[in-house]
């Protein structure tokens, strides 16, 4: 093996131990995500006319992060480890074997903001518009709490930046956490939050996020190792991809929505 590749550093799982008490660093990362979403959301809920408060938008994002926590978990066990719940549906509720999805956690959030925006008497739009932009944050650190723990790895590649994992065997592989860090989480945040600055039709940011986090959740894993169990269906698309498929095309036809048949609001 070529000394050109990198080795993972090895960066201790548990940020903070005391006795029987453990904080770790994936843990951590979620807490990091909804903080910085609070403060960019209380931010924008100041400017003048922005229609939201404070208040309001406490309530948003303690609803939002049940929703990624609870989707998260339901996704993960029904589209990653279907046959595991059937033959143990306690299987659910083992949350300290690990195991989250993305998608999952996706229709946590939207279930959240339709019941929301009933609750307060707003469009789903209004309040999908309003939170899109605050997700991409969470979604950065959250793979950065992923390459900490070394888990979700890439496939084996030569490349001069590729990893030796220590649970990824002798071989050096694409650090796609750190690909998604960049891609799905830093660079979405700035497109989203520069398109939010003017005036769009309801629709679009909630769109522009779908079609974003999608197409380049796509890409990522032609460089992600996939699941072991599933491996890839047909022999070249993974689960992840099918699942962001309906993101994208979705992702197209709500800005198409948008900007045929919605006049133009204040910015999200």
Do not use: C
């Amino acid at each position: 093996m070529s000394q050109g590749y990198l080795t993972f550093p090895n960066i201790d799982p548990i940020l903070i131990e005391i006795g029987p008490l453990a904080i770790r660093w994936y843990g951590m990362m979620y807490l990091l995500g909804f903080a910085f979403a609070m403060w960019l959301a209380n931010r924008r809920a100041d400017k003048p006319g922005s229609g939201w408060t404070r208040d309001q938008v406490s309530d948003l994002l303690f609803a939002g992060f049940l929703g990624v926590v609870l989707g998260g978990r339901v996704g993960y066990v029904l589209f990653y480890n279907f046959d595991l719940f059937v033959s143990n549906p306690l299987y659910l509720f083992q949350v300290w074997t690990g195991g989250m999805s993305f998608h999952g956690g996706l229709l946590g959030v939207i279930t959240a903001m339709f019941w929301y925006a009933r609750k307060h008497n707003r469009t789903f739009f209004n309040v999908a518009d309003f939170v899109a932009p605050l997700v991409p944050f969470g979604l950065a650190v959250g793979r950065l709490g992923n390459f900490i723990n070394g888990e979700l790895w890439g496939r084996v590649s030569d490349v001069p930046w590729a990893m030796v994992f220590p649970t990824g065997g002798p071989l050096p592989r694409h650090p796609s956490q750190l690909y998604q860090f960049f891609f799905e989480g830093f660079l979405l945040l700035i497109i989203l939050n520069i398109f939010i600055r003017k005036p769009r039709p309801a629709g679009a940011a909630s769109g522009l996020f779908l079609f974003g986090y999608g197409s380049f959740r796509f890409i990522a894993e032609y460089f992600r190792e996939p699941d072991a169990h599933l491996g890839l269906f047909a022999g070249w698309i993974s689960m992840g991809q099918i699942l962001s498929l309906p993101m994208v095309f979705g992702g197209i036809l709500m800005m198409i929505w948008a900007y045929k048949y919605q006049p133009k609001g204040k910015a999200a």
